[in-house]
């Protein structure tokens, strides 16, 4: 069925440090993983993205790694920063068809 | 390059009406996804349109519907509005159907119904 299990739900970390959230999915056939970074009266915008045929991408601060075989993956923000406050979620792209499946959101704070 | 546009924002309804959202894609998709934000049930696909034409639906019931126009741009019809249809209504295109692009949202349309 269609499911991304996300955790934390909440995540408080102190600036300067490194914030991690972890996602499950459930579609085996899946191959394409997006992140998405929604701030308080926008919509969801698309931070970084890893498709199936590598294990591992990055960009600045942003990383995001994919275990295909454990069907997990994990987004990586290093060096947080006050503007990196906001929900993110995971995602991956149904593989019957073109509909995102969205896991239910990490927020996350960074503490000065 | 303007990104995905969506009106009206902000939308107050009363129960029993029927809205009509509008979304704009980026020039050049042709894919247009509409999604249902809420506090409970998070974000969920509700269908997705690809030149005309309904490729995907979710799980919602026959009161919500759209349409897409040959310039892409589309739009959703929710009729006999219910007090659970309060959400943030969110568009999103992509170039097209396939698995690997990206999908990227508007800022939604914040509907209330009282």
């Known amino acids: 069925g269609e499911n991304v299990e996300q955790h934390p739900s909440t995540l408080s970390v102190q600036e300067g440090d490194s914030a991690v959230i972890k996602c499950t999915y459930s579609?085996?056939?899946?191959?394409?993983f997006p992140w998405y970074k929604q701030e308080l009266g926008k919509g969801p915008q698309l931070i970084i993205d890893?498709?199936?045929?590598?294990g591992e991408k990055k960009d600045q601060r942003i990383a995001v790694t994919l275990n295909k075989t454990a069907k997990h993956f994990s987004l990586h923000i290093t060096e947080t920063q006050p503007e990196d406050s906001a929900v993110y979620f995971c995602?991956?792209?149904?593989?019957?068809?073109?509909?995102?499946?969205f896991g239910s959101g990490t927020r996350l704070s960074i503490r000065p | 390059k303007a990104g995905v546009t969506q009106t009206p924002r902000y939308l107050i309804k009363t129960r029993g009406q029927q809205v009509t959202l509008s979304c704009s894609p980026i020039?050049?998709?042709?894919?247009v996804s509409w999604y249902q934000q809420t506090p409970g049930q998070g974000l969920q696909f509700l269908f997705e349109?690809?030149?005309?034409?309904?490729?995907n639906k979710g799980n919602f019931p026959g009161r919500f519907s759209g349409r897409q126009f040959s310039n892409s741009r589309s739009e959703m019809n929710v009729s006999t509005l219910e007090l659970g249809d309060s959400a943030l209504y969110l568009c999103?295109?992509?170039?097209?159907?396939?698995?690997?692009?990206?999908?990227?949202f508007g800022p939604g349309t914040r509907l209330t119904v009282l």
């Open positions: 999103a295109s992509s170039m097209d159907s396939s698995s690997y692009n990206e999908q990227f």
């Open positions: 579609d085996s056939a899946s191959n394409y």
């Open positions: 890893i498709r199936s045929n590598v």
């Open positions: 995602a991956y792209k149904d593989s019957s068809a073109s509909k995102i499946i």
């Open positions: 020039s050049g998709h042709r894919s």
């Open positions: 349109y690809f030149s005309e034409t309904q490729r």
